[in-house]
């Protein structure tokens, strides 16, 4: 099988270590990360430009997105960008599948259930409609791999296509959860 080029999502700030161990534990074995990195992008770019960078320099010969679901990365702008970017299928960036994983350091009180409105809405919205699967962290190279295969061959599935209808993030979000 070949490795998938893999774009993570994630809140830089809060969930940096689980990027890392991702990436340590997977990235190069099992696939290749094409994830932006602190500095890569200039914070002080128009919307717009910032925009067009990720889905132009990262996103574009990538196959699945995953997304690195910790207690804030629900209210990160660059998190819904990524994510509106990664599911749209356009000639120069087809579409990639899409895995919600939640870590350890998401809150709650059981791990069989989490709450709808502190994952990002986006994702929310695609696991609502069956395009995207949301899962708990694991180490587990076989489970990541099975995981990763399935959200690709599943992104262009005619009968299961992404919902990418909600207004993009103007700014980052506040608060304990978000509501439509």
Known sequence: MDKHKVFISYHHDND????????AL??????????????????NLKTDTIRQKIRDEYLSDTTV???????????????????????RDTEKNPRS?????????YPRKDIQHYNKHT??????????CKFAKIYN??????????WIDDVFKNRNNPYCLPDNSRTMFGKNRTGMEWSD
Not at 66 to 87: H, M, N, P, Q
Not at 119 to 128: C, H, K, Q, T, V
Not at 137 to 146: A, D, G, Q, R, S
């Open 16 to 23: 940096q270590y689980y990027y890392n161990k991702l990436d």
């Open 26 to 43: 997977f990235g190069g074995d099992f696939f290749v990360n094409r994830s932006v990195k602190d500095g890569d992008i200039d914070d």
């Open 65 to 87: 997105t995953i997304v690195l679901i910790g207690a804030e990365t629900w209210k990160r702008k660059y998190v819904d960008w990524e994510i509106s970017s990664s599911i």
């Open 97 to 105: 599948g899409l895995i919600g994983i939640i870590l350890p350091t």
């Open 119 to 128: 994952i990002p809405p986006r994702l929310a919205d695609n696991i609502d």
């Open 137 to 146: 962290w694991t180490e587990n190279p076989v489970e990541l791999m099975k």
